[in-house]
């Protein structure tokens, strides 16, 4: 029978194993890194001076049609993609463009199969996801993932910041200093300056020059008419007439 290791003998190996572990991780990090100088398989349109793709990349094809800004932070396990598949030829315009200084949070998807564009200073929370192709669901015989997709350009200004999981679907066009909110999903314009939150994404604050931060402008809600008035008797309340109803459209009220 063997002997067994004595308890502080074995927490000292352990202790040992995770140590070697974890610095050969570290390097494995340091050497799988993508920068300018060392660009790996991947031989992107343009890479900018101090850009940094952590280890392990997520799915990255079409890089000839990929353009990195200087001083980009591109997390762990993000996919950057250009074209519907690898291998295809895009033209001779780049498709997706990162400006300098943008920072995109771990496991992140941005996919371009037509032009997608993202100013600078553009921070992403971890896991959001940018698309400028959805599926269509015309036919309902079909199934909805073998139908031909639509696309529609994507643009992303400058200073903008995406929360936690959110989402920016095909047709999108944020303004500048754009916050979304976590999980919020983006369709349509959004203005400069302004908090968009929810699925569909609605403006919640915007900026006004005069007042800062100020709530959306709302419509007020319909006012409610009684049955029986005539369309004399509303033109009279909106220009600030009183409403007289005529004999036997409205109840009379009694004096108080």
């Known amino acids: 029978m063997p002997r067994a290791v004595p308890a502080p003998l074995r927490r ?24 300018r100088e060392r660009p790996g398989p991947h031989a992107f349109r343009g890479i900018g001076t101090g850009t940094r793709l952590a280890f392990p990349q997520g799915t990255v094809f079409g890089a ?36 300098d200084g943008v920072v ?30 959805n599926h269509s669901y015309d036919d309902p015989h079909e199934p909805v993932g073998k139908q031909w997709p639509r696309a529609a350009p994507v643009e992303i200004g400058s200073g903008s910041w995406l929360g936690h999981g959110a989402v920016v679907l095909p047709g999108a066009r ?24 929810g699925a569909p994404a609605r403006v919640v604050r915007r900026w006004d020059a005069d007042g800062g931060w100020q709530p959306p ?22 220009e600030g007439d009183a409403l007289v109803p005529e004999p036997g459209t409205l109840e009379e009220r009694p004096e108080r």
Do not use: K
């Open 12 to 35: 000292a190996l352990t202790r040992t194993a995770s140590r070697a572990v974890h610095r050969a991780w570290n390097r494995l990090q340091e050497a799988g890194a993508v920068t």
């Open 217 to 238: 402008l709302r419509t007020p809600p319909p006012v409610p008419v009684p049955e029986g008035v005539t369309a004399e008797q509303l033109l009279a309340l909106a």
């Open 174 to 197: 944020l303004g500048r200093n754009v916050v979304v909110a976590a999980a919020s999903v983006v369709r349509g314009d959004v203005p400069d300056h302004a908090v968009v939150a």
């Open 64 to 99: 000839p049609w990929i353009e990195l800004g200087a001083h980009c932070v591109v997390g762990a396990e993000v996919t950057l993609t250009a074209g519907m598949m690898p291998g295809l030829d895009l033209g001779p315009d780049p498709v997706l463009t990162l400006g």
């Open 104 to 133: 995109l949070g771990r496991g992140s998807h941005v996919i371009a199969h037509s032009r997608v564009t993202i100013g600078d200073d553009v921070f992403f929370g971890p896991y959001c996801y940018v698309t400028s192709t």
